[in-house]
């Protein structure tokens, strides 16, 4: 198998305060670097916005990343509650999650949206973890693949396969996001194996075996070993179970 580091990345929504996402924070750095469990393995963090500098400063120095959970492609200017790339950089942070079916459902993203986004955030320097996934009703219609694969093509066909190698993509079925259900291993290496001979499609053999895919839909310290021992899952994107250090680190040690 190709020489993919898993990656592991706490989406941590609209939770917490100021001072529980320190903590933390610093729960989880302690972790991390008193097991050495980044070896092998990329660890990131992103809180809700507002303290985004506070976790970043708890960070710093440290192997755990921070990103945030969305940014506008546009440069600075009249486009109140919006945060761009610039200042997601300025704080410090590494990874901006795009396209996540939570924006897509609630705040009408697209997929040309998501494309344009993805560029910015390569502009500036950051990784674009940008995800994608199904709704239960288009799984059971047979529709996954089309939908997916309309979703990566819509979000990545513009780029060249230099920009290509600065992104991590997430399958997140959206049936199994915060529902406590998770998609089989099978399933979920299925669809994972289907987006990487996509992208060999659109951008060769080497950025595809590079890529790293995320699987994210109720990953938990239970399943994770399994979910992350299928060939071509090379991570995760962890909703609720990362904001208990316990069960974070389970999973990051799963992924080791």
């Not at 097991?35 to 708890?58: F, I, N, S």
């Not at 288009?138 to 996954?144: A, E, I, L, P, W």
């Not at 299925?190 to 053999?205: N, V, W, Y």
Request: glycine content about 10%.
């Amino acid at each position: 198998m190709p020489d993919r580091t898993p990656f592991i990345a706490g989406n941590w929504k609209m939770n917490l305060r100021r001072a529980s996402s320190v903590a933390l924070a610093h729960a989880i750095r302690k972790g991390v670097e008193t097991e050495d469990l980044a070896k092998g393995v990329d660890v990131a963090v992103c809180p809700a916005p507002v303290y985004v500098d506070a976790v970043a400063e708890a960070l710093r120095g440290s192997v755990v990343g921070v990103g945030v959970q969305n940014a506008i492609e546009k440069a600075d200017g009249a486009f109140t509650g919006e945060i761009n790339p610039a200042m997601a950089l300025d704080l410090g942070c590494k990874y901006v999650i795009l396209g996540h079916s939570e924006r897509r459902q609630f705040f009408n993203e697209t997929d040309e949206g998501v494309r344009v986004k993805t560029a910015a955030v390569l502009e500036a320097g950051l990784v674009p973890i940008v995800c994608v996934g199904e709704t239960l009703e288009q799984r059971q219609s047979g529709q996954t693949m089309e939908v997916v694969g309309t979703q990566v093509r819509g979000a990545l066909s513009a780029l060249s396969p230099d920009q290509m190698a600065g992104i991590v993509i997430a399958y997140e079925p959206v049936w199994a996001i915060g529902t406590g259900v998770t998609a089989t291993p099978e399933q979920a290496q299925e669809t994972h194996a289907a987006i990487r001979a996509l992208l060999k499609e659109m951008f060769g053999d080497g950025i595809a075996s590079a890529t790293v895919i995320q699987y994210g839909g109720s990953v938990k310290a239970d399943n994770a070993a399994t979910l992350l021992s299928q060939p071509d899952i090379d991570g995760a994107l962890v909703g609720g179970a990362s904001l208990k250090v316990d069960s974070f680190l389970d999973i990051v040690r799963a992924a080791q």
